[in-house]
């Protein structure tokens, strides 16, 4: 694992096994074998590393040792949470002389569209991971573009096919270069970085099936279906395009189940994942609404199915429940209650 991915595991895995947590990469090694044989494997191996001048060499002391260290690194992917809301994950194969290579170049594309990508790979055979970090809540499209010019740009709305904004970079209250320059007196910009700035005359609040596109001169269209709560045509429109994958054997593949299953969160206020993303991990989430009745966000809290107890899941369901109507109170929000005459 690289550095970001060694890191969030560190600090989410459900078994720290003390690691140093500024590490840049960590390498796991397995040693089987003829008994015999196996301390002469151990010592080549240790002298190859420190030859290579690697930061510290470990060996497993005991079995219970052995095992945990394997238990961290197999949280890998489930501790991207800690760092990222959403990920995708990309499957290769590679020559495993090529590997530093590749790497190189990974990073290389991480710095120059400015996406975070962390690795988890089993370098032994070849197979690399890369996973591409991103946050599918924020108004960015899938790369940035670093050879535009910003300062003469124009940028569009439209709301269902109508135009609600339109309007030059140069006509902004405060420029661009005034923007970066004030900033930077403040805090040290790094590749990557974005900026999120206001949003000119002609914003308005939109519902569930809007359809909102923003159209950038010189670099396209960003096209998205607006989903909220309570909208199960437009949920059924997203199953109809992509279907309902399998990931587990616990996921939920059947339509009329899924449905049946948001009628379900409706009614509790709260989402369960019980292994149906991630063999291993559990998960409890709750909808944050703003004081328009749309759900605008969602806080969760994940764990390893042997801590994520059913006792435990169902007091972090009351908890969370609680935790998301204060925070939904803090934007506004004000739930309706019926009244019997």
Same mark, same amino acid.
């Given at each position: 694992?690289?550095?970001?991915?060694?890191?969030?595991?560190?600090?989410?895995?459900?078994?720290?096994?003390?690691?140093?947590?500024?590490?840049?990469? +960590? @390498? +796991?090694?397995?040693?089987?074998?003829?008994?015999?044989?196996?301390?002469?494997?151990?010592?080549?191996? +240790?002298?190859?590393?420190?030859?290579?001048?690697?930061?510290?060499?470990?060996?497993?002391?005991?079995?219970?040792?052995?095992?945990?260290?394997?238990?961290?690194?197999?949280? !890998?992917?489930?501790?991207?949470?800690?760092?990222?809301?959403?990920? @995708? *994950?990309?499957?290769? *194969?590679?020559?495993?002389?090529? @590997?530093?290579? &590749?790497?190189?170049?990974?990073?290389?594309?991480?710095?120059?569209?400015?996406?975070?990508?962390?690795?988890?790979?089993?370098?032994?055979?070849?197979?690399?991971?890369?996973?591409?970090?991103?946050?599918?809540?924020?108004?960015?499209?899938? *790369?940035?573009?670093?050879?535009?010019?910003?300062?003469?740009?124009?940028?569009?709305?439209? &709301?269902?096919?109508?135009?609600?904004?339109?309007?030059?970079?140069?006509?902004?209250?405060?420029?661009?270069?005034?923007?970066?320059?004030?900033?930077?007196?403040?805090?040290? +910009?790094?590749?990557?970085?974005?900026? @999120?700035?206001?949003?000119?005359?002609?914003?308005?609040? &939109?519902?569930?099936?809007?359809?909102?596109?923003?159209?950038?001169?010189?670099?396209?269209?960003?096209?998205?279906?607006?989903?909220?709560?309570?909208?199960?045509?437009?949920?059924?429109?997203?199953?109809?395009?992509?279907?309902?994958?399998?990931?587990?054997?616990?996921?939920?593949?059947?339509?009329?189940?899924?449905?049946?299953?948001?009628?379900?969160?409706?009614?509790?206020?709260?989402?369960?994942?019980?292994?149906?993303?991630?063999?291993?991990?559990?998960?409890?989430?709750?909808?944050?609404?703003?004081?328009?009745?749309?759900?605008?966000?969602?806080?969760?809290?994940?764990?390893?199915?042997?801590?994520?107890?059913?006792?435990?899941?169902?007091?972090?369901?009351?908890?969370?429940?609680?935790?998301?109507?204060?925070?939904?109170?803090?934007? !506004?929000?004000?739930?309706?209650?019926?009244?019997?005459?």
């Amino acid at each position: 694992m690289n550095k970001p991915a060694k890191s969030s595991t560190l600090r989410a895995a459900a078994f720290p096994v003390g690691h140093p947590k500024d590490i840049a990469a +960590l @390498l +796991l090694i397995e040693v089987d074998g003829i008994f015999a044989g196996i301390d002469e494997q151990i010592d080549d191996i +240790l002298t190859i590393c420190r030859r290579h001048h690697v930061r510290e060499v470990k060996v497993a002391q005991s079995e219970e040792e052995r095992a945990r260290w394997w238990a961290n690194r197999k949280t !890998g992917f489930g501790a991207m949470g800690a760092i990222s809301p959403d990920y @995708l *994950v990309q499957d290769g *194969v590679i020559p495993r002389s090529r @590997l530093p290579e &590749v790497l190189n170049e990974i990073a290389n594309i991480s710095r120059k569209y400015g996406l975070l990508i962390v690795n988890i790979f089993h370098s032994g055979d070849g197979n690399l991971h890369p996973l591409v970090l991103f946050d599918a809540s924020k108004p960015l499209g899938p *790369v940035i573009e670093t050879e535009l010019d910003p300062l003469s740009v124009s940028v569009k709305a439209r &709301v269902n096919g109508v135009e609600k904004q339109n309007s030059p970079t140069e006509l902004m209250i405060i420029s661009i270069s005034k923007m970066i320059s004030y900033l930077s007196h403040v805090m040290t +910009l790094q590749p990557g970085d974005v900026i @999120l700035t206001g949003s000119p005359v002609g914003a308005e609040l &939109v519902g569930p099936g809007t359809v909102i596109e923003c159209e950038v001169d010189g670099i396209g269209t960003l096209r998205n279906t607006f989903v909220a709560a309570k909208a199960p045509a437009v949920a059924a429109e997203i199953i109809d395009r992509k279907g309902l994958p399998r990931h587990t054997d616990w996921t939920i593949t059947d339509r009329e189940a899924f449905f049946r299953e948001l009628d379900t969160i409706r009614q509790n206020g709260y989402a369960l994942d019980l292994e149906e993303n991630e063999y291993g991990i559990r998960c409890v989430a709750v909808p944050i609404f703003d004081y328009t009745g749309s759900v605008v966000a969602a806080v969760s809290v994940f764990g390893p199915t042997i801590r994520m107890t059913d006792d435990r899941i169902m007091r972090l369901a009351a908890r969370m429940r609680q935790i998301g109507k204060e925070l939904s109170a803090r934007l !506004g929000h004000r739930p309706i209650h019926s009244v019997q005459p």
